[in-house]
């Protein structure tokens, strides 16, 4: 069965950098685009990014751009999302989650990581 | 600010039926683009409860539906039960081929 694993809880000091993986199995990772949510404490979900395993093509929310880094080692069917800078605000859960397409309307998350907390504090 | 609105909070008695709003624009419902709807639990990961616009998953309740009209969705939930006490996100897709969410709504069983 497909399962996304995501690695443990991180916690960083402001202008530090976190590296959150997601490793998938019961299925080939190349086969589908891996997206990134994030949600804080008491928030909602916000969509961060998506990486095209099979070429490493990606689209970042504007918001991150210049911050987020999104790489695959297919090698070991494993994705990562890179945060740099980071800020209390930053403080979330972070989920990769399998994105399904359909057609060039339908986009849906199937499969999600059990998310990843961040903590930003100095 | 999320760029879909749904409202904060909706609530019902257990077996009423209660609905949630999703409302969007041209550039994303407006533009073709199907809705999706998810049920988050306390402390778990979002779980896809109805896709394109009106399916569900196996294993989904066919109390739960999905409607799409224009730029706006709703998710409907008929013969509300306990268990139903969750977070519910609606999902789509903007022309920056980028993913949109609304901000959740929470909904209570009274």
């Known amino acids: 069965q497909v399962q996304l694993v995501q690695s443990g809880a991180e916690v960083k000091k402001p202008g530090a950098s976190v590296k959150v993986s997601c490793k998938a199995s019961g299925y080939t990772l190349t086969g589908y685009y891996m997206h990134w949510v994030r949600q804080a404490p008491g928030q909602g979900l916000e969509w961060m990014g998506w990486?095209?395993?099979?070429?490493?093509?990606?689209n970042f929310a504007e918001k991150f751009q210049g911050r987020v880094t999104m790489t695959t080692d297919t090698s070991i069917s494993t994705a990562y999302m890179e945060l740099s800078r980071l800020r209390p605000d930053d403080t979330a859960v972070y989920y990769c989650a399998r994105v399904i397409k359909k057609g060039t309307s339908w986009y849906y998350f199937d499969y999600w990581g059990q998310g990843t907390l961040v903590t930003v504090s100095s | 600010q999320s760029v879909l609105t749904q409202p904060p909070s909706v609530s019902g008695a257990p077996g009423q039926r209660v609905t949630i709003s999703c409302t969007g624009s041209s550039s994303n419902i407006g533009a073709g683009y199907a809705v999706h709807w998810y049920q988050q639990l306390p402390g778990t990961a979002p779980k896809l409860l109805i896709f394109g616009d009106v399916n569900r998953p196996s294993g989904v309740p066919d109390r739960f539906s999905g409607s799409k009209s224009g730029t706006s969705a709703s998710l409907a939930i008929t013969g509300l039960q306990a268990e139903d006490e969750a977070d519910y996100y609606c999902q789509s897709y903007d022309n920056n081929l980028e993913g949109v969410f609304g901000g959740g709504t929470k909904v209570t069983v009274l």
């Open positions: 990486i095209n395993p099979n070429h490493s093509g990606t």
